[in-house]
């Protein structure tokens, strides 16, 4: 079992910066993908960001360019640094977490993120 807690979510004018951080209660070596995702109100969970243990990431195409994607093994840590936010960005981002070899998926509770003028 592994518990994942987000932060860095809050309210941010368009334009502006965000880096939210999900940390976990245990070593992440074994969780081969770390990734956030996002769910705007009335929206279905979208992948946003993925990263794998060798450090390959995955964006989606509407953040390209805007969000980078990151893990620390050592402190056991993911982060998404947002930067040009936009109206459209606002959601509630979720941590998830998994191994390749298991099936059990790992989520946090969720940070607010809210960009508006």
């Known amino acids: 079992q592994v518990q994942l807690v987000e932060s860095g979510g809050g309210l941010v004018q368009p334009g502006g910066s965000l880096r939210l951080s999900c940390a976990a209660s245990?070593?992440?070596?074994?969780?081969?993908?770390m990734a956030w995702y996002r769910q705007a109100p009335g929206k279905q969970r979208e992948l946003v960001a993925s990263?794998?243990?060798?450090?390959?990431?995955n964006y989606a195409d509407s953040v390209k360019g805007r969000f980078t994607v990151s893990r620390d093994n050592a402190k056991n840590t993911v982060n998404l640094q947002m930067n040009s936010l936009r109206p459209e960005d606002t959601a509630v981002y979720y941590c998830?977490?998994?191994?390749?070899?298991?099936?059990?998926?790992?989520w946090g509770q969720g940070t607010q993120v809210t960009v508006s003028s």
């Open positions: 990263i794998t243990n060798g450090g390959r990431t």
């Open positions: 245990r070593n992440i070596f074994s969780l081969d993908v």
């Open positions: 998830k977490a998994y191994s390749t070899l298991s099936p059990q998926r790992y």
